[in-house]
């Protein structure tokens, strides 16, 4: 079965600071793997995704995320984080069953970035 | 249109109540999805339907109905609903064929009382 893992919970960084959500990722075969954000009270916003291609993601709001398959990781980073983008992060590996393709989340991680 | 709507955005219902959850969109997609959210939880997949027909249920008990009436809308009929079925309730969608990410609504926030 495919899965995700996000090991914080929490994630502080300063304003101005590069920050670095991790996720990791245990799959059979290709991997299609995604980044969505929640705001409070609000629904999940899609970020990137990687499919194939680039090792490097560019995404939303200026995040990108590296995909490593040697060490099964997919962390989402930015180089200068702002306040605004204190929210729950989430990774997301698509998974295809028989019945159908859904999201597998990981548990989620509050990002906080003080001023 | 690349806008996945539901309403109503907050529900509060008792134990006894029907009330149903909608969810549309007018992107052409061909799946839908039912997802259920406790607070700071990822989200819990309930129910998917494609091309109008269940194809995933989740094990999710008989009190909550899914009904596919179209290709852009999905509802969620609610019965005899427990507090603990209280959680914010997130619809998505994604293009049948070439699926590389799923849109999502901003969900229906329900107080079960």
């Known amino acids: 079965a495919q899965s995700v893992a996000q090991p914080e919970d929490q994630v502080n960084v300063a304003e101005g600071n590069p920050l670095t959500v991790k996720c990791t990722y245990s799959?059979?075969?290709?991997?299609?793997l995604f980044w969505y954000v929640q705001y409070p009270n609000r629904g999940l916003q899609f970020l990137l995704k990687?499919?194939?291609?680039?090792?490097l993601v560019k995404g939303s709001y200026g995040f990108e995320a590296e995909f490593n398959k040697s060490q099964t990781s997919f962390h989402l980073k930015k180089p200068s984080a702002l306040v605004s983008d204190s929210a729950l992060y989430f990774c997301?590996?698509?998974?295809?069953?028989?019945?159908?393709?859904?999201?597998?989340f990981g548990k989620g991680t509050t990002l906080s970035v003080s001023s | 249109d690349t806008e996945v709507t539901q309403t109503p955005k907050h529900l509060v219902m008792g134990m006894t109540n029907k009330k149903s959850l909608k969810c549309e969109q007018h992107m052409g997609h061909r799946a839908m999805y039912w997802y259920k959210q406790k607070a700071k939880k990822p989200p819990e997949l309930m129910f998917v339907?494609?091309?109008?027909?269940?194809?995933i249920n989740e094990s999710v008990p008989s009190r909550f109905s899914p009904e596919c009436p179209n290709s852009s809308l999905l509802n969620l009929h609610l019965h005899a609903l427990q507090p603990e079925d209280s959680a914010l309730y997130l619809c998505a969608s994604s293009p049948e064929r070439d699926w590389t990410e799923q849109y999502f609504g901003p969900g229906t926030r329900l107080t079960v009382t």
């Open positions: 799959v059979s075969g290709n991997p299609y």
């Open positions: 997301a590996v698509r998974d295809m069953g028989q019945a159908g393709t859904a999201l597998i």
């Open positions: 339907y494609s091309y109008e027909k269940l194809s």
């Open positions: 990687y499919i194939t291609g680039d090792n």
